[in-house]
């Protein structure tokens, strides 16, 4: 089994523990973020969350639209870190659990040197060497942190 990342590291303007409390708990606000170009919505819909939001266990599934296509991704929340602001989603349903073996969201804030930063890793496993490295997906999500960073930040 050979476990694959790919990361993003996006500079944040508002603050690291106001990011990583709107990723942890206030999600349900990014279905409300708009494509600048067309203000069409990324988001499709959302089903309600289950369990204590921004708990552990807790679920939610997200309807999208990337790269055109109409995409689905049931989450559970498996770890926080609340002194590391890091949250840990396992993908158990939607388009990703059907191309990849293992699929796990990780997100997490820090500061260093004066300068925030929110750092998106996915951590996957590929079936087979064919199947491509998610970065269709990688760039939606680089738009969402800039998009969700300007709204946190004008909090």
Partial sequence: MHVNHCTTIKRLM???YCSYL?????????????????SKSY?????????QRGDVGSTICWN???DGKPQA?????????EKNHKIVFKVIGG?????????????HVEEKGGKRF?????EFEKPDTDVPYPTSLMDFMTTILKEM???ASRK
């Fill in 14 to 16: 508002a603050s690291v």
């Fill in 95 to 107: 388009e990703l659990v059907e191309i990849y073996k293992t699929f796990k969201i990780i997100f």
């Fill in 43 to 51: 988001w499709t819909g959302r089903d309600k969350f289950s369990g």
């Fill in 73 to 81: 991704s049931k989450q559970i929340i498996e770890a926080v870190d």
């Fill in 64 to 66: 999208f639209t990337n």
């Fill in 118 to 122: 929110a750092i998106y890793t996915y």
């Fill in 149 to 151: 960073d300007e709204n």
């Fill in 22 to 38: 709107f990723f942890k708990t206030q999600v349900v606000s990014l279905e409300y973020l708009r494509d600048g170009s067309n």
